[in-house]
């Protein structure tokens, strides 16, 4: 029904023009994915490997618990990780753009391996906020230069393509990593810390011997200053980075606010992780066949769609209360909804910021975009939460709110903007 629906949407928006005569448009989905070169492909396996071993984080808190720490003194840790991923944005971009994306993919997957086995090894809060910034500074750092490494190898009219192949890796590494590490810290947790590690190393291996350096510049043209007076010149970056900053926002509310609603209505962690991989198998197997929609079509308006479906999915539980019977019904339809706005905006959305960037602009360019993620990741969880324990309500109309304002702004942004292909 979700797809159905999509495609209904679909032909109401406008093609992209330089698509409508292009052999590309008429490719199948089959024909995208064997077009795709082999560096992606690379980066696929890369980062399946990578996102399997994401075990730590995902159970950190319930190990600081377990070694007898605190809410609070768990929140500090988790801040300072969040304040390394911003750093990550910052250094992440510029090293992209000066040394090349693979030798900074190679160094902070290294440097991911170390801080995690630093981590391990952490016997105090001292020790654990210092560990804690330095994983988030190495575990964001590759970020940018991967997303760059895409633009440089994947022609135009196939990047959306590409972008999803690399989102399904990550979606379906994260999901199987999670299964395998709930069974690893019921024997015990220093197998998270090591096979986070390990999977770190190899992702790092696979990149220096593997993928190709993609674009470098030189260190006066690689200065933040630089690409900030770029991006502040263009209107639909701008539009697009506080836009995305707001969605992100309703990203958060699922592992926050939404495990609190939960668990008012009367349901176990077990339903949430089961409305959590529902999230992941839609993505699994409609994410790329959407993506081949998405891309013939004009993309300010198709992210716009995304966000504001997005928005639509979190404020629908605010008809999720206790006392109605259909409450869990209402919550898994709201999860369905804003899981489909995922599919059409992300994919979309990291060719599209690619595209507006200038060649050797383009891993400060990517670190803006990983910049409002990682400030909404500092904020939004918790701010989630204060506003559901004192007026749930204006919780979830406020984020069905913030959907129609990103969806406002994308589309202001589309007026006068050169249609380009991605």
Known sequence: MALHAISLVGLFLPVNPKLEDNSIADETLLEQLRALPRVVWILFAGLFIHRFGTFVVPFLTLYLKDQGYSAWDTAIVFASMAVGGIGAMVLGGRLSDLIGRKNTMGLALFGAALSMLLMWQATDIPSYVISSFLVGITQGMYHPAS???????????????????????????????MAAGGVLAEKNFAYLFVGDAVTSAI?????VTMLPHGVKTSLNQSRWSLALRDMARNRHFIAFFFANLLATALFFQWGSSVTRLLGDLGYGKSVYGWLMAGNGLLIAFFEIPISQMTRRRFPPPMIAIGFLLCGIGVGLNAFAVPGVESALVIVAVALVIFTAGEMISLPIAGAWVASLAPEKM???YSAGVGLSWNLGHAVAP?????????????????????????????????????????
Request: a positive charge; charged letters at 15%; proline letters at 2%.
């Open 147 to 177: 997303n760059s490494l895409l633009v440089d190898v994947v022609p135009e009219g196939r990047r959306v393509t590409a972008f999803a192949v690399v989102r399904w890796a990550v979606n379906l590494g994260f999901a199987c990593g």
């Open 203 to 207: 992702f790092a291996i696979i990149a």
């Open 362 to 364: 383009r891993g400060r």
């Open 382 to 422: 918790g701010a989630g939460l204060l506003l559901y324990e004192s007026a749930p309500q204006l919780l979830w109309w406020g984020s069905l709110a913030l959907g129609a304002i990103a969806y406002a702004l994308m589309i202001w942004s589309s007026r006068g903007c050169e249609n380009k292909t991605l």
